[in-house]
């Protein structure tokens, strides 16, 4: 890798840092290819991404940008893990660390808060953003869909009291 290539790695990825609200650092104990393709399209189909580069570049792309205090946990083979929502890369990490112990997460940032491994994991426990927005239009349509039940049931009840009698006055 020449020196042109490795500005641009590190421009691209202190982009990509500035953009996102979560960043967890991950270590590599041997991942396969195989292993290391499925998660990055497990990253990618959640919406995050999954950046293997090398610590000092990651450094230097850390540098004024608000997540600068992780650059402690980048020792060793380590990768990045990034996504605009918040829990997104979180629970991706944490669901493929389960399943597969060559991938160790060593911890990470939201924001200005640095995070532990405890820290992520909890995040990852956190619903998404997707789930939360579902989860708030079913509570703004239940008591709709109440009042809805409720004024139509007296002319249901009426509708079925009728019925009765029909059916009493046919036998």
Not at 104 to 114: P, S, W
């Amino acid at each position: 890798m020449d020196r042109s290539q490795k500005a641009d790695l590190v421009a691209e990825l202190k982009s990509v840092l500035t953009e996102t609200s979560v960043v967890v650092v991950t270590r590599n104990l041997g991942l396969t290819v195989a292993q290391s393709t499925d998660l990055r399209l497990k990253m990618r189909d959640a919406g995050a991404q999954f950046k293997v580069a090398k610590n000092r570049l990651a450094l230097i792309a850390l540098e004024d940008t608000r997540y600068q205090p992780i650059g402690d946990l980048l020792k060793g083979p380590t990768a990045l893990a990034t996504s605009t929502d918040p829990v997104a890369a979180a629970k991706v990490a944490v669901d493929f660390a389960k399943t597969n112990d060559r991938l160790e997460i060593v911890g990470g940032a939201m924001g200005d808060t640095l995070l532990d491994v405890a820290g992520i994991k909890a995040l990852a426990a956190l619903p998404s953003l997707d789930e939360l927005r579902a989860k708030l239009v079913g509570l703004i349509q239940a008591p709709a869909t109440k009042i809805a039940r409720t004024v139509a049931e007296p002319g249901a009840q009426l509708a079925r009291v009728f019925g009765a009698y029909g059916a009493q006055q046919a036998a």
